[in-house]
């Protein structure tokens, strides 16, 4: 299977570019192992040999983490992340380090340092972002599954460009340990995958407490690789509601495929009904306030002193600068810059603390809407994958990309992106389906019905 997989990298990589890092010599050598290991007789895991893309801002011990920035140039952790730590006790094989937009800020992979990502369905398009790197490594057969990270909708809006399964968890839910901190009260880890009984068995190896997370949920989780092989007919009796907040700004042809697999719901027993949630029209501007506060703080540790890049000066603060200056892209000093002002003296409470209350007012509205409702579907992308470069130079309508999936985050909730057909220009168009906190398990049981049937 890892040898299968290589040969697809081998043969398309160059043009894709999912990759800033295959691990072609070390996976063979691991995939031998475990071969070994089974001729033995031994019980090497429920992902024992399955080839396994990681986004490269997801730490792996003695190989590189670049999160596509030039400030970590040459640092390489001394541990494994959590998730990595786990894939391997299943029997995972990683092939590689995958591309994103730099530190996750983005929604296209084309702020990466090391060159955009290129959407395996059309060259010439994008594969969203950030975890666009992950995302085209499975639709591509690099990989059979892959890791990304989501903080407001870096798994699911990539999911949908690129046609794969993209799952964002519960947060805390699966432990953040190793994953390189961009918004932390956002971020979350999750499986992409080409099916949704792919990224299930993944979810059930990745999820559940970890004591090295404070932010872990500390409770068994029961699995949903259950849920994943449910037909139709699990979704008997669901309530179901179209949130018609995350409708309005998609494109027609996208509309039309939600509405098509809502029908393909109530046709296997769901009721399905109009759902409002009035106050996640604010969440774009309150994500783009809370953000970049945090990640201005938790960027301020790469400073020439404890990882990667050092640049010359003639004192501390002049490096300080240097350093910065020359390791951060232009998206990444945006953000940075928006942040720090917001967290400023003076403008705290005026944009900082007002967002906090935003994102209150998102979390009461989601938990008003599931009382009539058991999930919710809506869009994952306003619109299929868009041109390179098409809109590189206007960050707000870059920013729009994230409408219909940063409400989720804001609220802890779960979330997953399913592959549903195509627009009118015969590229993927993904549906996203929304859940309670902790309801990934009726969440998969939807996901499984709606790919049942398109079957």
């Given at each position: ?41 031994e ?7 399955v ?8 730490c792996t ?100 460009l690129?046609?794969v ?8 839910l ?27 068995l993944?979810l ?34 669901l ?11 998609a494109n ?17 027993g ?28 938790n960027?301020a ?17 002049e ?41 209150t ?5 989601f ?8 999930v ?30 940063i ?27 929304l ?12 996901a499984?019905a ?6």
């Amino acid at each position: 299977m890892v040898e299968e997989h290589l040969a697809a990298v081998e043969a398309r990589e160059g043009d894709v570019h999912a990759f800033n890092l295959v691990l072609a010599e070390r996976a063979r050598a691991e995939a031998d192992t475990l071969d070994g290991r089974v001729a033995a007789g031994e019980d090497v895991g429920p992902l024992a040999g399955v080839p396994v893309a990681v986004k490269d801002n997801i730490c792996t011990r003695g190989v590189a983490t670049t999160c596509s920035s030039h400030v970590l140039a040459g640092w390489e952790p001394p541990y494994d992340a959590t998730v990595v730590a786990r894939l391997r006790r299943a029997g995972a094989v990683v092939v590689g380090k995958t591309n994103l937009d730099e530190f996750a800020m983005g929604s296209s992979t084309e702020n990466s340092a090391f060159g955009p990502t290129r959407n395996p369905h059309d060259l010439a398009r994008v594969p969203g972002g950030s975890s666009g790197g992950s995302a085209a490594a499975v639709a591509a057969g690099f990989a059979s599954v892959a890791l990304g990270s989501d903080t407001g909708g870096s798994i699911r809006q990539p999911a949908s460009l690129c046609g794969v399964v993209g799952v964002k968890p519960t947060y805390g839910l699966v432990s953040r340990y190793g994953l390189v901190a961009y918004a932390s009260s956002l971020d979350q880890i999750g499986p992409m995958a080409a099916t949704v009984a792919d990224a299930a068995l993944v979810l059930d190896v990745i999820a559940g407490h970890d004591p090295a997370d404070s932010t872990s949920v500390a409770r068994p989780f029961a699995g949903v690789g259950h849920a994943a092989r449910s037909d139709g007919a699990a979704v008997e009796g669901l309530r179901v509601g179209i949130v018609d907040e995350l409708t309005a700004e998609a494109n027609p042809d996208v509309v039309a495929r939600v509405e098509a697999a809502a029908r393909a719901l109530e046709a296997a027993g769901a009721s399905v009904g109009r759902a409002s949630v009035p106050a996640v029209a604010y969440s774009l501007p309150a994500y783009y306030l809370i953000a970049p506060a945090e990640a201005s703080s938790n960027l301020a540790r790469y400073d020439g002193v404890r990882y990667g890049l050092r640049a010359g000066g003639p004192d501390v603060d002049e490096m300080f600068c240097a350093t910065r200056a020359a390791g951060f892209g232009p998206e990444v000093k945006r953000r940075i810059m928006l942040g720090t002002y917001v967290l400023s003296a003076g403008y705290y409470d005026a944009y900082y603390a007002q967002a906090q209350r935003v994102r209150t007012l998102v979390l009461r509205a989601f938990e008003a809407a599931y009382e009539d409702f058991d999930v919710l579907l809506s869009p994952t992308s306003p619109t299929t994958a868009f041109p390179l470069g098409a809109k590189v130079s206007d960050p707000l309508a870059m920013y729009m990309m994230d409408v219909a999936t940063i409400a989720s985050n804001l609220a802890g909730h779960p979330a997953m992106s399913v592959p549903y057909g195509t627009g009118d220009d015969g590229l993927p168009v993904g549906v996203q389906v929304l859940a309670p906190a902790l309801g990934e398990t009726v969440m998969f049981r939807v996901a499984a019905a709606l790919e049942a049937s398109l079957a």
